[in-house]
């Protein structure tokens, strides 16, 4: 009876020792790793992610050349439909003062815009120096509307017509230096009314800017922004 116990109470105790180090060896830090406290078994949460800063996109804007527009007069102004020589079919409309004409005979196109005394008809559409730019009632376009009941005449070249310009009091026109891009698409076939565009035609091989003359014209609400409107004269 007594060896019974006996071998009970050993065999608890050799029970108890293998618990404890069991519970021991779990419980032991892993090497390189701080303990975590709290409850056994639970992990940690993450630590949040950084911030992160958004991207900014810088975008530098072309700094557009400054427009000048200046007043001028001209003494018994011309519109020339100028016709260049055969074999070429451009055709440009330039103002100049009606002394000048001779000079159609003897200079051609290139040249002819490059001179302070010739003009190009404008083909912009602006707001007039010193107004609002919201106030769109005025714009500054092309002096062509000023020639068009005007009797044409031909020119001393043979070729082109011309039509005297009957100018808005006080007789003031507007020039604005733009680029000579937008001039190089003249009009194809003979000088007469109604011509196409032809845009496959570089009229100004070699020439940056050209002096475009320009008038002053009142607009209606329903055409503002499309240069129709009467003349202010």
């Known amino acids: 009876m007594k060896f019974t116990l006996y071998s009970f109470l050993l065999a608890l105790a050799l029970l108890g020792a293998t ?23 639970v992990k940690a949460p993450p630590p949040p992610p950084p911030p992160v800063e958004a991207a900014k996109r810088v975008v530098e804007e072309e700094a557009k050349p400054q427009l000048i527009i200046s007043k001028i007069k001209i ?3 011309v519109l020339v439909f100028y016709q260049q020589a055969a074999p070429g079919t451009a055709v440009q409309q ?31 559409n602006y707001s007039p120096p010193g107004q609002a730019a919201d106030d769109e009632r005025f714009r500054l376009t092309g002096v062509s509307l000023l020639a ?46 109604g011509s196409r565009i032809n845009f496959e035609v ?22 503002r922004g499309a240069g129709a409107g009467e003349v202010i004269r």
């Open 75 to 77: 003494k018994d102004p």
């Open 202 to 223: 570089n009229g100004l091989p070699g020439v940056d800017s050209v002096r475009a003359a320009y008038t002053l014209r009142k607009i209606d609400v329903s055409e």
């Open 94 to 124: 330039l103002l100049m003062e009606e002394k000048n004409l001779p000079l159609l005979k003897t200079t051609p196109l290139e040249e002819l815009v490059a001179r302070r005394e010739v003009f190009v008809d404008g083909l912009g």
């Open 19 to 41: 618990v404890g180090s069991a519970t021991a060896q779990a419980r032991k830090p892993v090497p390189g790793k701080a303990p975590v406290k709290g409850k056994p078994g």
């Open 148 to 193: 068009s009941s005007e009797k044409r005449y031909p020119a001393p070249d043979g070729r082109s017509t011309y039509a005297r310009l009957k100018v808005p009091s006080p007789g003031e026109l507007y020039v604005v230096r733009e680029s000579a891009e937008e001039y190089r698409h003249f009009v194809s076939g003979p000088q007469k009314r």
